[in-house]
């Protein structure tokens, strides 16, 4: 089993930077792709940035060129640096972890707010 926990999120003026934390437990080496979902109020949640086992990223056209998803393997974390913000980008980000355990699976966590506002 996979378990994730986010943090880092916050109020941040527009224009402004926030990094979002995402730290995976149990049977990491099972994780084959994590990503960061959000979910803004009266919308359906959304896919804003996924990194691959293999290093390969896929970005919502949203935030291309704005936001970017890293990982570092030895702490078990992958992390969205998201600069350039803007008001539309408030939300419940969520990070999720994909691993197969006998079957394809996903673990969500918990939601961190982002909040965008002057």
């Known amino acids: 089993q996979v378990q994730v926990v986010e943090s880092g999120g916050g109020l941040v003026q527009p224009g402004g930077s926030l990094r979002l934390s995402c730290a995976a437990s149990g049977s990491i080496l099972s994780i084959y792709a994590m990503g960061w979902y959000r979910q803004a109020p009266g919308k359906q949640r959304e896919l804003v940035a996924s990194i691959r086992s293999g290093g390969s990223t896929n970005y919502a056209d949203s935030v291309k060129g704005r936001f970017t998803i890293s990982r570092d393997n030895d702490k078990d974390t992958v992390y969205l640096q998201m600069n350039s913000l803007k008001p539309e980008d408030t939300a419940v980000y969520y990070c999720?972890?994909?691993?197969?355990?006998?079957?394809?699976?996903?673990?969500w966590g918990q939601g961190t707010q982002v909040t965008v506002s002057s």
């Open positions: 999720n972890a994909d691993y197969y355990w006998g079957d394809s699976l996903v673990s």
